[in-house]
């Protein structure tokens, strides 16, 4: 395992373009339960009932108001040494005038506290609400509602600013991480069970376009196989110890 981190951090250190899409799992040892890991139930819910335009449409109130809660959960949560790292490699890697692009499935924003610049949210965010109707967005509350809160422009009922199972990614976003994915020398993979489209085929992209890729998981996941470097443990051990020296 150590002369697997080497060769990925020596990877990093020499990469003009990296890339890294984070999951879940990097969040996990921020108190986040990941999607998958608890038996299909998150936080008491289905994720069919609270992650698709079908369970909103059924039980709207019951959903904002879910949302709502993990909102105020937030307050509590801090990001965690993996998230500090992945800020760290950013200011590294644009400190010697390359490119880094962190594109994430996540909707908590840990990586934006962390100190992580122009992260690409591809399944939207959980700080803002935004309008079923216009463009409007506002922040999220964390307090449960009565209601559906209206939009204050237009009237029409707001939604959480999260992208749904069946929903289309944000076009601009998606066409960003792609064609970073495209480009980079080097992919990192973190936390993800890399399964749920379009985001798991950013690897593919990157490995078509010759890229070296890591990949930063607990466990083996579809993409173990296709990845140059393999790392299984934390997320908040193992980047840490990606992080070039600052003479590197
Ligand atoms: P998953 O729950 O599918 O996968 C989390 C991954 O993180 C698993 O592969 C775990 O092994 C790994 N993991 C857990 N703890 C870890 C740790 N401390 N360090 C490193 N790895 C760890 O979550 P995602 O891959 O993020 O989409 O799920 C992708 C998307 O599916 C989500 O964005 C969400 C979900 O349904 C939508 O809601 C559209």
């Given at each position: 395992?150590?002369?697997?981190?080497?060769?990925?951090?020596?990877?990093i250190?020499?990469?003009?373009q990296?890339v890294?899409?984070t999951?879940?799992?990097?969040?996990?040892?921020?108190?986040?339960?990941t999607f998958?890991g608890?038996?299909?139930?998150?936080?008491?819910?289905?994720?069919?009932?609270?992650?698709?335009?079908?369970?909103?449409?059924?039980r709207?109130?019951e959903?904002?108001?879910?949302?709502?809660?993990?909102?105020?959960?937030?307050?509590?949560s801090?990001?965690?040494?993996?998230?500090?790292?992945?800020?760290?490699?950013?200011?590294?890697?644009?400190a010697?005038?390359?490119?880094f692009?962190?594109a994430?499935?996540?909707?908590d924003?840990?990586h934006?506290?962390?100190g992580?610049?122009?992260?690409?949210?591809?399944?939207?965010?959980l700080r803002?609400?935004?309008?079923?109707?216009?463009?409007?967005?506002q922040p999220?509350?964390?307090?449960?509602?009565?209601a559906l809160?209206?939009?204050?422009?237009?009237?029409?009922?707001?939604?959480?600013?999260?992208?749904?199972?069946?929903?289309a990614?944000?076009?601009?976003?998606?066409?960003?991480?792609?064609d970073?994915?495209?480009r980079?020398?080097?992919?990192v993979s973190?936390?993800t069970?890399?399964?749920?489209?379009?985001?798991?085929?950013?690897?593919?992209w990157?490995?078509?376009?010759?890229?070296?890729?890591?990949?930063v998981?607990?466990?083996?996941?579809?993409?173990?196989?296709?990845?140059?470097?393999?790392?299984?443990?934390?997320?908040?051990?193992?980047?840490p110890?990606?992080?070039?020296?600052?003479?590197?």
């Amino acid at each position: 395992m150590h002369g697997r981190v080497e060769e990925a951090r020596a990877l990093i250190a020499a990469a003009r373009q990296v890339v890294v899409l984070t999951g879940s799992g990097i969040s996990a040892e921020s108190g986040i339960p990941t999607f998958r890991g608890a038996g299909g139930l998150w936080k008491g819910m289905r994720v069919e009932d609270f992650a698709t335009p079908e369970g909103f449409n059924r039980r709207p109130l019951e959903v904002w108001n879910w949302y709502t809660r993990r909102r105020a959960e937030l307050e509590d949560s801090r990001p965690n040494s993996g998230h500090v790292a992945l800020a760290e490699m950013q200011r590294h890697v644009e400190a010697r005038g390359g490119s880094f692009v962190l594109a994430t499935q996540n909707i908590d924003g840990l990586h934006q506290v962390a100190g992580s610049t122009g992260v690409l949210e591809l399944h939207g965010t959980l700080r803002t609400a935004r309008c079923q109707a216009c463009p409007r967005r506002q922040p999220m509350p964390a307090q449960p509602a009565d209601a559906l809160p209206p939009c204050p422009d237009c009237g029409a009922p707001l939604r959480p600013d999260v992208v749904w199972f069946g929903e289309a990614l944000p076009e601009d976003v998606l066409i960003a991480a792609t064609d970073a994915a495209s480009r980079c020398d080097v992919f990192v993979s973190v936390g993800t069970s890399a399964v749920v489209y379009p985001a798991a085929g950013l690897v593919e992209w990157a490995l078509s376009a010759g890229a070296k890729a890591v990949e930063v998981n607990l466990e083996p996941t579809p993409i173990s196989r296709l990845v140059d470097v393999p790392l299984h443990g934390k997320a908040g051990e193992i980047l840490p110890q990606l992080v070039p020296e600052p003479s590197q």
